[in-house]
């Protein structure tokens, strides 16, 4: 386990700045995930973590050492990458050895690290074979045995899982948090899905536009997004927001009238404008004093809860209800808010009130 630290790190492509000075504290043993759309920044700031990129200006430290200037071999990181980047010619035993080999181990030493990794993994019934008789799974599983026998001090991982299915997927990412938890290596993993941060994260740091937007355990990014980006970023269905103004203890949308949480009633007062934010999942509870009004132009029944597409005034609304609510394209319903889990953002700055 190793604390690491990016001080004031910058990456710049000639004139064009894509990580203006970033700061980060990774906290030994610690899961931490960055998340963020395609070009915010999140695989440059790995692959300078890594040595593959230089940094521009700023430092890297990992447990105490300053590694900005050291060759990326020297860093004691271990990475795996999207493609998985096996050696095609050499067989399961032999990838996961390799790294090993070249650095001079002793040839017991690396039998007893490549088994133990592969008890860990699954993988020892499959160690003479060549990577092209794996599924996509076990490569996978191939290239994090790679890292895993150099016990480094941090492992970096970069979108692993975006060739993988939808349900290999899942599975993966179950087995790399456990094996996580196991190991307590400082874990840095890259991705542009929200929900493998969600699901995997110890800590998620948001990033756009290179800067971080926000940096916190997934509850507190879902309960409190810190600002617009976040909220929208986070949560599938994506937050649902609305022009709106505060009058009288209620939100005023669309021509109609929304109560508030007496709590948040006092702790905004009257407002003008405002952007409301609420999550359509947060659009269902039989119990809830506020109701909207739409007319629902595609309904989605997915087993567990439909969604309810539409719009009020001319801003889309998705509501995320439950498989029987009475609801048909193009008539009219009500669908209850639960108004405290509701949200405002100045429409300005985009900071959440």
């Not at 617009?228 to 021509?255: C, K, Q, T, Y």
């Not at 004093?289 to 809860?305: C, M, N, Q, R, W």
């Amino acid at each position: 386990m190793a604390h690491v630290e990016l001080s004031q790190l910058t990456k710049a492509f000639g004139a064009v700045t894509v990580i203006p000075p970033l700061d980060l504290d990774i906290e030994a043993g610690e899961f931490l995930v960055l998340v963020g759309p395609s070009g915010c920044g999140k695989t440059t700031t790995l692959r300078m973590l890594a040595g593959l990129e230089t940094a521009s200006s700023g430092t890297i430290s990992i447990a105490g050492q300053d590694v900005t200037d050291t060759r990326p071999g020297e860093r004691d990181c271990a990475m795996v990458f999207q493609n998985y980047a096996l050696y095609p010619h050499m067989s399961v035993r032999d990838n996961i050895g390799y790294a090993m080999r070249v650095h001079g181990a002793a040839p017991a030493e690396i039998e007893a690290r490549v088994g133990e990794a592969a008890e860990l993994l699954g993988l020892t019934p499959y160690l003479d074979r060549k990577p092209k008789n794996l599924s996509g799974g076990q490569r996978q599983r191939v290239a994090i045995g790679r890292a895993l026998v150099r016990q480094p001090q941090v492992f970096l991982f970069d979108e692993p899982l975006s060739n993988l299915d939808a349900k290999l997927r899942v599975e993966m990412r179950t087995e790399i948090k456990l094996l996580q938890r196991r190991l307590g290596t400082t874990t840095v993993y890259v991705t542009h899905d929200q929900v493998e941060a969600m699901t995997m994260a110890d800590r998620v740091v948001v990033m756009h536009a290179g800067r971080i937007e926000q940096a916190a355990d997934p509850i507190t990014l879902y309960e409190r997004p810190a600002n617009r980006f976040v909220a929208n970023f986070i949560g599938s269905p994506a937050m649902n927001f609305l022009s709106a103004r505060i009058e009288g203890g209620a939100v005023h949308v669309g021509g109609q009238r929304l109560p508030l949480d007496p709590a948040d009633a006092a702790r905004l007062g009257d407002r003008t404008s405002v952007a409301f934010g609420i999550r359509p999942e947060h659009m269902r509870q039989a119990e809830a004093e506020a109701a909207l009004s739409f007319t629902p132009e595609v309904v989605e029944p997915l087993g567990a809860h439909t969604l309810l597409l539409g719009h009020v005034g001319e801003e889309k609304v998705v509501a995320q209800v439950d498989p029987r609510f009475p609801a048909a394209p193009g008539e009219p319903c009500t669908v209850p808010v639960d108004m405290t889990q509701a949200h405002f953002f100045d429409p300005e700055t985009d900071i959440r009130l």
